[in-house]
């Protein structure tokens, strides 16, 4: 059993007209100690499908379909007071500004003894050690200074340590990591990556993280799932994917990442833009920018399916479909 498990998942917005759907029917699972790239543009519905998981999509935003399990229990109709709890000792988070998760009121050492204490039987005292010795596991320079510091005395590099302080300070066994890097200076962003790889190595805990940057999630990902309009289109191990690509999204975003030996100029953007919910045509929703779609992606939703070592949701890997595509180009 996995560790995480989410099930044809479906979080939906509802407007005065009609629902919009944010993520349709997503599957995923994490595995203990394993680490889940959830790539693909903004929009994709990567940062919904997070927030479902723990808890926080924003109202009127709500859960419509499918179910979310962690660690056999299943999580997504528990109470606001059971989401909390489990939000804070079994999973983690790590947002893009460590702003939101940090209270400007309080010091640092404050903030991670409150949630060690509220998570833990320790003593005061002994929840500041561990605060300390966490502090000084992220990298803050002088922590037993800065234990007693604001989070505005902090740099942006350094506030995100905290926050990651903060994630894995009450031992959760997954963290869900929602663009961790981009708002940061390409400098620190390899060594927040390593740093949270690194922690989630040595405790054993499981990470999902989500970007929008394929370059990240070839540094650091064991899997990648690759979303496109609310959808998961490509799935599988990070290598293969990296190694033969299948979905031509997931192409388009390989051949956006930086490599060494290869010139700036020769990197390809995916022409167009992602749907807005709104917009999200009938067919393949990528079949607008797709440089391979044919008669039936404008028609017919492609679902996912195995591939070899990877699964993709596109006709060109239906057998049927390609041998009827074939047939008609021929004639
Ligand atoms: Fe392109 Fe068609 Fe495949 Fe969609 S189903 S990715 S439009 S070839």
Partial sequence: ??????????????TRRRALVAVDDVSLTVEAGEVLG???????????????????????????????????????????????????????????????????LFTVGQQLVETILAHSDRSADDARRHALRLLEDVGIPAAAHRIDSYPHEFSGGMRQRVVIALAVCAGPR????????????????????TLLKRLCREQGTAIML?????????????????????RIVEVGQVRQILRAPTHPYTTGLMDSIPRLGRDDADLAQIDGAMPRLHEIPDG????????????????????????GETAAACFLFDQERSDDRRHRNSR
């Fill in 210 to 230: 989500i970007t929008h940057d394929m370059g990240v999630i070839a540094e650091t990902a064991d899997r990648v799932a690759v979303m496109y309009a609310g």
């Fill in 284 to 307: 393949c929703a990528f079949h607008s920018r797709c440089p391979h779609a044919f008669d039936l992606c404008r028609r017919r939703r492609p679902v996912l399916r195995t591939t």
């Fill in 1 to 14: 059993m996995a560790l995480l498990e989410v099930d044809r998942l479906r979080v939906e917005f509802p």
């Fill in 38 to 104: 959830v790539v693909g543009e903004s929009g994709a519905g990567k940062s919904v499908t997070g927030a479902a998981i723990i808890g926080l999509i924003e109202p009127p935003g709500r859960v419509a379909g499918g179910e979310i399990r962690f660690d056999g229990r299943r999580i997504d109709h528990l109470s606001d007071e059971e989401k909390r709890r489990i939000r804070g000792k079994e999973i983690g988070s790590v947002f893009q500004d460590p702003l939101t998760s940090l209270n400007p």
């Fill in 174 to 193: 997954l963290i869900i990591a929602d663009e961790p890097t981009t708002a940061l200076d390409v400098s620190i962003q390899a060594q927040i990556i």
